[in-house]
């Protein structure tokens, strides 16, 4: 599959590292575990999510009495898959009227991510708004254009330099005028003035109680897969500013990274909603975790 594809540089690390670990040592001691740690953290599935994980597999090779270093590549699987697991009900959202505001830093994949989402929803046979919120980068608003030219969605944009909020109420106005399902709001990725984006955000999403007041509200964080460790400083950060409800994991296609998914949801207790997987406008998938740890491990 894609996933499996732009997943193969992981994989083949810590794959190969399993099959060294897993086959080279003849009894369970502290190098073998001290191995797998390593392989782990190598595999930037990162310190505190990786403890986690070597904790339990720890306790359940003692808890039944496994002896052969080969019996543990299962007993670790598993437990990776458990750490994985995210909340079953996380797409109840696509059911219902709602608005979705997209944050993250400039180059993560924000723009491309807000279309590829406007196409997933357009093509269950939604009706998609988004609105160019970001009204700092006259180039950002003309991408932005291009993809929902691309998702054949319709875009509601201010001028350069206008408030956001403007843009929030005239994308409000023609989100009721045309009876939207969805609405995507692009907003900016300015993470280094965290007051002016949290006054910004409050702002748009007071316009959105007024005149919106019954709509499902969600805050997606978009983070580059390929920048590891950073994608969680992000989230942590940006969690300052917003109440973060899901993540979109970006460029997880030919990354070696790709274990940073099991840090995020370790981690973050932030659920996984899509992941990017290319570049072009189909590229986008729903998380699976089961799915994800197999591409990672086997
Ligand atoms: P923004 O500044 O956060 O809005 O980022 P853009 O949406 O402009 O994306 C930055 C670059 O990353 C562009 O060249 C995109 O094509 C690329 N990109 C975005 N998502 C993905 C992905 O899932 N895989 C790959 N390979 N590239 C991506």
Known sequence: SRLQEGLSKTRDNITKGFDNVFSGFSSIDEDFYEELEEIL?????????????????????????????????ELLISIIRQQM????????FEDKKTVIFVIGVNGVGKTTSVGK?????KNRGKKVLIAAADTYRAAATEQLREWANRADVPLIAGKEGADPASV????????KARGCDILIVDTAGRLHNKKNLMEELAKM???????????????????????GQNAIIQAREFGEVADLTGIILTKLDGTAKGGIAVAIVSELNIPVKFIGVGEGIDDLQRFNSDEFVTALTE
């Open 168 to 175: 929030i109420y005239d994308a409000v106005g023609a989100y």
């Open 205 to 227: 999403n007071r316009i959105i109680d007024k005149e919106l007041s019954d709509i499902c509200r969600e805050n997606f964080i978009v983070l580059d897969g390929t920048t």
């Open 41 to 73: 953290i190598m595999g930037d599935i990162g310190v505190n999510a990786t403890s986690r994980i070597m904790d339990q597999l720890r306790e359940e090779v003692k808890k039944q009495k496994i002896n052969n270093p080969n019996d543990c590549r």
């Open 85 to 92: 697991k995210t909340d079953e009900h996380a797409y109840d």
């Open 117 to 121: 989402l406007a196409s997933i929803y």
